[in-house]
């Protein structure tokens, strides 16, 4: 029944005329989609696995393979402080069941645990020549000797690998041998078994300010420079500072695999500080945070935690001027309300505010501009017919400011320190296109990040969660590069906007957005999201929901590309029919959902 819901909410919603009873609908679906998901979330990911994850038959397929002799050869290290030897050699074991056979491994274990451990292996006459110890309390000798493979592998004491881990990452980097940096997603294994599957988008720079999403699960190429020749600590955990330092900022050499190929511990006998030291390692990130920003000459910015313990970066910068565009309906009371909430809420000193309007109601708008006279200004939009593309050019055009901000009137800023937010990170170099998190009048999120595909054309991410949600497609708290934003908050730099031309004018009401987000991607500048400037967003309160089927079906021409390879910033394993993140267990055709989508929008 959700599917069909799911279905028909995002493919059907465009023919239907009343917001009210959208938005109800909408509110209901919601709260089914949660129940659900508390309620099947193990059932479903289990259904996940049947579905996508190599049996027993696949597995001893790999091993036969030719390729599982050694495409590539990888070097294993983890260290387990506190393993009794049985849990060593339930270890070796395990890691003997990897289907792909081009790998050596160092184990880190304790002195006492030595001398039977290496008796052990030459009984068994396991892995011969394969497995390597090393005393947790005296590593040094065993670091230069880490250098003989082609790819390093460095786990900490409470990850584990699928069977088919290695042969996956020796598959990938023979496909793509430009690539240094590897990683998968992951879940969380305890005493009932997995869950709490973590799929990731690919390469998403933005992402990593906030949490270290690649080296819990990834290998790195040896040759790379400054590769470390060093060990884990005495308790067995790696300095994840020193090698986050290693990864390339451009994203040029780094590759993600979207299988879950490494298994997080939720608990370990051997590991009796685990929930302490997991915590610990998420504050070294915002270690590695502020080396990072050091090295690269910012001014000074804070690193705070907001009350979640996410990473928060307040750049230190001066307020540059920033141009506020809204091209409104003429709704005395929607736009009063939004230009309100910018005099009275937003503590950004350099801004301006440009109104545009239909020359018919010009004269009733003006008397909103004594808010606050020195910043607002009306613009008369002489179109017989709105344009939404063409309005926002129109008030672009007499914009002073270097920062463009493209604002719904049916907008409300309710937090001081919004604008700043959007317009520190609108100057940090390779970002393009800053959006913000938007959220209904009763705090579920309306928008955060645009996913190509989803529904048809295009949808919101997240749409209709809370920020509580921690799910299968991680935070809402966390800083996220999409491919595109909505236009109802939307900011870019004003000679960017120049050179892609603005707004696409051959759109009417939907989709130039998105259009001029993808525009700004492939001139090579990023899209991304932050969660820590919000706004609320009364959607379809200014003009309900019409969406014109020209600018659908030239949408489609223009996304389709993407639509039928994916959303790099989703993930494949998630279902593209549901703007909440939910497994996809069936099959689905994106492209020919969105051939659905127009057509239907042509015979309305």
Known sequence: MLRRLNEFMLVSSPRLSRSRWIQAARRVLTVLRRWRSALFSRYDYRIWRTRNEPDADELKAQRKH??????KQFIVVQALPGASLEQCQAWVKRLERQTYSGWKAWLGIPSPSMQPMQQWLAEAETSPGRIHLYALESPEQSAPELHAGDYFLPLD?????????????????????????????QDLLDVAGRRDPWFKPDWSPELLWSVDYVLPAAICAQDMAGLPAYLPDADGWWDRTRLLALLPQDGSCIGHVPRILFHRLAHANHLPDLPARQARQRFA?????????????????????????????AWDRDEIP???????????GLLGRCLRSLVDTTDYAAYEARIVVAAGTANRIRSLTKLDEARVSVIENPADLFNYSGANNLGAASAMGELLLFLNDDMEAYQPGWLAEMSGWAQQAGVGVVGAKLR????????????????GHAAHAFQGGRDSDRGLFGS???????????????????????????????????????DLCLRALEHGERVMVTPFAELIHHEGRSRGFHMPAADMQRAMECFLPRIRTGDPYFNPNLSYLSALPQLKLHDEDRVARVRQVVERAMHK
């Open 157 to 185: 004491p409470d990850m584990l690998l699928s069977p088919d881990a290695l042969w996956q990452l020796a598959q990938f980097a023979s496909l793509h041998p430009d690539v240094a940096w590897i990683y998968s997603d």
């Open 322 to 332: 920033v141009s506020i565009v809204i091209a409104s309906a003429g709704d005395p």
């Open 66 to 71: 030719p390729s599982a002799r050694g495409l």
């Open 285 to 313: 990130h915002v270690e590695w945070i502020k080396t990072r920003l050091d090295s690269s000459g910012e001014s000074h910015p804070q690193v705070e935690r907001d009350a979640s313990g996410w990473p928060h970066i």
């Open 476 to 514: 809402t708290s966390w800083y996220r590069d999409v491919s595109a934003v909505t236009g109802a908050c939307l900011m870019i730099n004003r000679k960017l906007f120049d050179e892609l031309g603005g707004f696409d004018e051959s759109y009417e009401l939907v989709y130039s957005d998105i």
């Open 440 to 455: 209904y009048p009763n705090g579920a999120i309306q928008h955060y990040g645009v996913v190509i595909g989803m529904g």
